[in-house]
């Protein structure tokens, strides 16, 4: 359940400690979609502000700190400038918000931007590869742990459906929001198995008992299901060299 409570006392102190330099206060992820699970998810929140020099950080340092001592990750700063130029390295996450988002104060300084395409796949390419480096670096730590394999698996498996879901976007398929969706609309189209990433969802929304669960092999199956998607949109989306 979304704490509401937390989220307009939130808005609240950031009003009191910025006052007309607050321009908007936007939630997004997964309690903007619907698919929010006390215990596995944030509530995530962008303040756009008109400026954000040294005085301006402390005027909200206190209702930051608030936040996170009620034990939310601790919102997001941008400028109104910075928001308007960000869409080319932040393609991923600003079609992410604009695909959910809910204005808690302001305006909503979102729905009009311009996201480049062109741009969002490299990003796609970069992050998908860069996810299965850092997967497989975490589970070298502790490759006979099963407790931590189960939580690095627990831990990751948002990121990657949400990739799963801007390949599809770039592979020119119907993305579906739902993660469960995603992973299933995708697997056909690059051929491998949905099946361990069913089992991590179920884990991490409480509908699968974590002591019922094969880790090692739903690991293996996990891992090679992320590689293979890796390197298929890696083939898919290649660009031929030019010659120069």
């Known amino acids: 359940m979304i704490a509401e409570r937390d989220l ?3 808005v609240g ?11 908007s206060v936007v939630l997004y992820g997964s309690a903007a979609r619907g698919d929010f699970h006390a215990g596995h998810s944030d509530l995530n929140v962008l303040a756009v502000m008109q400026k954000l020099e040294r005085n301006d950080l402390s005027d909200v340092h206190a209702a930051a700190a608030w936040w996170v001592k009620k034990g939310h990750p601790s919102p997001l700063f941008l400028t109104v400038h910075e928001l308007n130029h960000a869409a080319d390295v932040f393609a ?32 796609v390419e970069r992050e998908l590869r860069n996810n299965t480096l850092r997967l497989r670096q ?15 698996m627990t831990s990751s498996i948002s990121t990657f459906a949400a ?24 697997a056909p189209a690059l051929g491998f198995d949905p ?43 290649a660009t031929p060299p030019t010659n120069r």
């Open 8 to 10: 307009t006392d939130l």
């Open 13 to 23: 102190k950031l009003r009191d400690g910025a006052g007309t330099n607050l321009l």
């Open 92 to 123: 991923i996450e600003l079609l992410d918000i604009q695909a959910a988002h809910r204005v808690l104060h302001g305006e909503d300084l979102i729905a009009p931007l311009k996201v480049p395409l062109h741009l969002h796949r490299l990003q």
């Open 138 to 152: 975490h589970y070298l730590r502790h490759p006979a742990d099963s407790r931590r394999t189960l939580e690095l």
């Open 163 to 186: 990739l799963f879901r801007h390949a599809l976007m770039v592979l020119g398929e119907e993305a579906p929001p739902d993660k469960r969706a995603a992973v299933d609309r995708l």
């Open 195 to 237: 099946a361990p990433f069913h089992t991590i969802l179920a884990v991490r929304e409480g509908q699968t008992r974590e002591r019922d669960v094969d880790v090692q092999a739903t690991f293996n199956a996990y891992l090679a299901g992320i590689s293979e998607v890796t390197e298929e949109v890696d083939r898919r989306l």
